[in-house]
C-alpha cells in the first residue's frame, strides 16, 4: 500500500499533506497533490515540479544583466512555445517592470532627444547659440522639451502596462482562460515587451507591436489553457471596443466642434 493512500477509504492522500484528500496526480514527478499544492493556472504539476518547470532568464540571478535581458529576448522569439509555457506568472511585479523598463527607457531617451532636435529646428532656435544669454535659454527651453517627451513616453508605459493588465484580466475570465489573475497579465504584458525600445525606428516599430501581440497570445494560450484564436479574441475584442470609443468619441466631439459654426 502506498504511504500517500488513506488506509481506511483508500482514497489518495496530498504527498505534502497527509490529512488532505488529492485532487490530481503530478504529470512529471507522480505525486498526488491537494487543492493548496497543485499549480496555479489549472496545469497538472504538483507545487515543486512546477516551481522547478518555470523560467525565465531575467529573472535568473546567476546571469549578468545584459545576459538575463537578451537571453529572455531571445527565447521569447527563437523558442516561443517553450518560453510561454515556462515563464514564471507569480514572483511580483518588480522584476517584469524593470525587464519593461529598460528598453522603454531608451527609447524614451531617444524620442526625447529627437523631440528636442525637431522643435530646436522649428523655432529655428540654434540649441548652440553663438551668446552666453542665448546659450542659456535654448539649453533650458532644450531641457523642458527633453523632459516632456522622456516623462509623456514613460508614463504612457506605465499607464499601458498598469491599465491595459487590468482590462485583460477580465477579458481573460469572460473568455474562460484559466487562473489568469492581475500579477499574471501585468508579468506577460511585461515580459511581451523586450523589444519595444525598438519602436522608435520606422517599419520596424509595427514588427514590434506584432511581435507584443503573438508573445502575449500564446502566453494566454499556454497557461490559461485556451486555444490561439481565444488568446487572441481576449486581447483583440477589448482593443476594438477600446478603439471604437476612442474614434467614437473623438467624432462626436468633431461634429459637435463643427455644427457650433
Ligand atoms: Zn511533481
Ligand atoms: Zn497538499
Known sequence: MS????????????????????????????????????????????????????????????????????????SSITELPRFASELPLQGGFRAPLTFALLPNLLASVIVAAIGVLFIGAMMHAPLFATSKQGDAVSLIGAVAVFVTYFATALGSVLAYLTVWAGVLTGSARVFGAEGLRYESMFRILCYASGLNGLYVVPVIGTLVLVYHVVVT?????????????????????????????????????????????
Open 217 to 261: 497570445v500564446f502566453v494566454i494560450s499556454a497557461q490559461g489553457r485556451v486555444s490561439a484564436l481565444t488568446a487572441l479574441a481576449i486581447i483583440g475584442v477589448p482593443a476594438v471596443l477600446l478603439g471604437t470609443c476612442c474614434c467614437g468619441s473623438y467624432l462626436l466631439f468633431f461634429f459637435t466642434m463643427l455644427s457650433r459654426h
Open 3 to 74: 504511504t500517500t493512500d488513506n488506509a481506511a477509504t483508500g482514497v489518495p492522500m496530498c504527498a505534502e499533506h497527509p490529512t488532505r484528500a488529492a485532487v490530481g496526480t503530478c504529470e512529471r514527478c507522480g505525486a498526488f497533490f491537494c487543492g493548496a499544492c497543485a499549480s496555479p493556472g489549472g496545469l497538472s504539476f504538483c507545487k515543486n515540479c512546477e516551481a522547478r518547470r518555470r523560467y525565465v532568464a531575467w529573472e535568473d540571478m546567476s546571469l549578468g544583466r545584459g545576459q538575463r535581458f537578451f537571453d529572455t529576448v531571445r
